[in-house]
């Protein structure tokens, strides 16, 4: 586990203003920040609206610094989703990581959508590992991928289970 990853992406969401200008959406339901979801509402694949510049590129990362529950989040962050090399050409990108939905096993759990800005232009998503979800290094993937955070949103998602 990586306290420091956990903590960095927690301190992120603290009352963060750089959740202005994202727009993330289920299906047709836009989700705002910091709202509570129902899991079955984020099972699909989430798209996302924000404002590119004409020949940037930009990864969205997806984590849970939860699991396996608030109070012990020793699995996080738990990581949902990577796309790489968003464009204002092309917004889908390259999926890195697959999307895996909110899935919390106890407690109420918050789901961070970061967007950065790539400095150095393209990723290649044959250099990154994303063989465990669990625990991933969060910190280390921004530093060796050169990113600048731009955006921050989450919303929560209860899993009916109490800690």
């Not at 301190?11 to 750089?18: D, K, T, Y």
């Not at 699991?67 to 917004?91: C, D, F, Q, R, Y």
């Not at 600048?148 to 009916?160: E, K, M, N, P, Q």
Request: hydrophobic share 30%.
């Amino acid at each position: 586990m990586s306290p420091e990853d956990v903590e960095s992406v927690r301190s992120l969401i603290a009352e963060s203003p750089l959740h202005k200008g994202i727009v993330l959406r289920y299906g047709q339901d836009v989700v705002p920040n910091g709202v509570a979801r129902n899991k079955l509402a984020c099972a699909i694949e989430p798209s996302l609206d924000f404002s590119k510049e004409d020949g940037a590129f930009y990864t969205v990362i997806m984590v849970d610094p939860d699991a396996p529950s608030p109070k012990n989040p020793k699995m996080g962050p738990w990581l949902h989703w990577i796309v790489h090399n968003i464009t204002k050409e092309n917004p889908k990108g390259s999926t890195g990581c697959l999307y895996f939905g909110p899935s919390p096993p106890r407690g109420i759990h918050r789901y961070v959508t970061l967007i950065y800005k790539q400095k150095d232009g393209t990723i290649d998503h044959s250099k990154c590992d994303y063989t465990l979800r669990n625990n991933f290094k969060f910190g280390d993937f921004v530093k060796k991928n050169k990113l600048d955070l731009i955006h921050v949103h989450y919303y929560t998602v209860d899993s009916g289970k109490t800690e």
